[in-house]
């Protein structure tokens, strides 16, 4: 997931979690790290022999968050799998393109089309899971299923090629 911190961005990814102890990746770059809740919204963590405290509000949305340190506080907004893409989208042409692809990791959990189906702007073409989110892939123009490159409870990752598009063979 994208996280922005400030004007930072990281991407960081849950590799594996037991009990206290998460595997983290951050920009690339992995991490232990031990993080116990002391109260509600209190947190200590223990990463490379040193230990920090850090209180957590959120907002109702749960994607904006305040974290305060003994000498710092920031505003953190966690960006999901769907915002990703639909900022992603805002900014690319509106023209439909010829693919779909992940713009994260996560699982294909339905495939509701097939090789050959026409579809119309605004139809489901796949259901990916990511970060316990299910979200929604569809077309903005009318199209037909040209290929479709992986099954229902693959694990994907992020920029893989899902779906092939004809944009010319919607209307036969």
Do not use: W
Not at 50 to 59: D, F, G, P, R, V
Not at 71 to 81: A, E
Not at 88 to 95: C, M, P, S, T, V
Not at 107 to 136: C, F, H, S, W, Y
Request: charged share 25%.
């Amino acid at each position: 997931m994208e996280i922005h911190i400030g004007n930072r961005v990281a991407e960081v990814g849950l590799l594996s979690k037991e009990d206290n102890q998460a595997h983290l990746s951050i920009d690339g770059k992995e991490y232990e790290v031990n993080i116990a809740m002391l109260n509600e919204g209190v947190y200590s963590i223990l990463q490379g022999g040193k230990s920090y405290n850090a209180e957590l509000t959120c907002s109702d949305d749960r994607k904006n968050y305040k974290v305060n340190t003994a000498f710092s506080s920031h505003n953190i907004q966690i960006i999901d799998t769907k915002a990703k893409y639909l900022r992603l989208k805002r900014g690319a042409d509106e023209r439909q393109d010829d693919k779909i692809i992940s713009p994260m990791p996560g699982k294909v959990v339905n495939i509701p089309v097939q090789v050959g189906d026409r579809l119309q702007a605004g139809d489901t073409v796949i259901i990916i899971e990511a970060m316990k989110m299910q979200n929604n892939y569809k077309v903005a123009a009318d199209c037909a299923i040209k290929e479709i490159l992986v099954t229902e409870g693959e694990a994907i990752n992020s920029n893989q090629l899902l779906v092939r598009l004809d944009l010319t063979n919607a209307e036969k």
